[in-house]
């Protein structure tokens, strides 16, 4: 029987589906009680509304958070801007419940020929902002985003969160702050020798050693188990599916 093109899944740790953030990430820092304006790149169009999502940093959020035009979050309000024609976010007295990772997609509704109704489009941005306060560190290991600030040619150990289990093998991603570089890297690819994996005897645990840190090692790190699932569909086909189990914790990992 033939095997199918590959399906990526990826299950967070709390059983929420979530998309990976590619493109650029821009760091906004503030202080407690600011308001902050995050710039959407995602230029409204025909049949579509903008929405705003963030992944929570604080660990009493719920790790991914939907704003809409009518969401219930009175401190969060879409600003229309009439240079980029989109809705940028407006949030007012920024508190420690606000930090996170912010950004915003286009959702447009489907109709098939024969008037049924289709799934949303889901169409993101290529922006994801950071939302951080000036000189606090998000250091909380309960929390979903671990802060980390480095000098240029420090070496950082990012610790993991991700169990093994059999049948899975332990990845390390990194999504990069520089927008030359591809949106998603696989750190187990012997291409990158400046990485390496360094047993802890404390978690039991695979965490990352980064060494000689540069500016293109800025971004955001996470672990994942890799494992490959076969199904049977109906038409007796077999399809194969890359299933990636994402672990809590992400660190960001940032220029002092």
Not at 56 to 71: A, D, M, V, W
Not at 141 to 161: C, F, H, L, Q, W
Not at 223 to 252: P, Q, S, W
């Amino acid at each position: 029987m033939p095997v199918n093109d590959k399906v990526v899944i990826w299950v967070t740790g709390t059983g929420v589906l979530i998309s990976s953030i590619s493109g650029v990430i821009v760091e906004m820092r503030v202080k407690p009680g600011d308001n902050a304006t995050i710039y959407c790149d995602c230029a409204l169009k025909t049949r579509h509304t903008v929405v705003w999502l963030r992944k929570s940093s604080h660990k009493l959020e719920p790790s991914l958070i939907r704003f809409t035009e009518n969401s219930g979050h009175p401190r969060y309000s879409r600003v229309w801007n009439s240079s980029s024609l989109t809705y940028d976010l407006l949030v007012e007295k920024v508190t420690e419940s606000d930090l996170g990772l912010y950004y915003c997609a286009l959702i447009g509704k489907n109709v098939d020929t024969s008037g049924g109704r289709l799934p949303d489009v889901f169409h993101e941005g290529n922006r994801t902002t950071f939302l951080s306060f000036l000189g606090v560190w998000i250091s909380s290991t309960s929390g979903v985003i671990v802060e980390m600030r480095v000098k240029p040619g420090d070496n950082a150990t990012i610790y993991s969160d991700c169990t093994q289990r059999t049948g899975y093998i332990l990845e390390w991603l990194m999504k990069p702050l520089d927008e030359h570089q591809p949106p998603l890297i696989r750190l187990s690819d012997p291409n990158h020798p400046r990485y390496s994996r360094v047993w802890n005897n404390s978690t039991g645990r695979y965490d990352l050693l980064v060494k000689n840190i540069t500016e293109s090692d800025l971004g955001l790190y996470y672990c994942a188990l890799y494992g490959i699932k076969v199904t049977i569909a109906r038409n007796g086909e077999r399809v194969r599916e890359d299933v990636y189990h994402e672990g809590n914790r992400t660190t960001f990992l940032s220029f002092l």
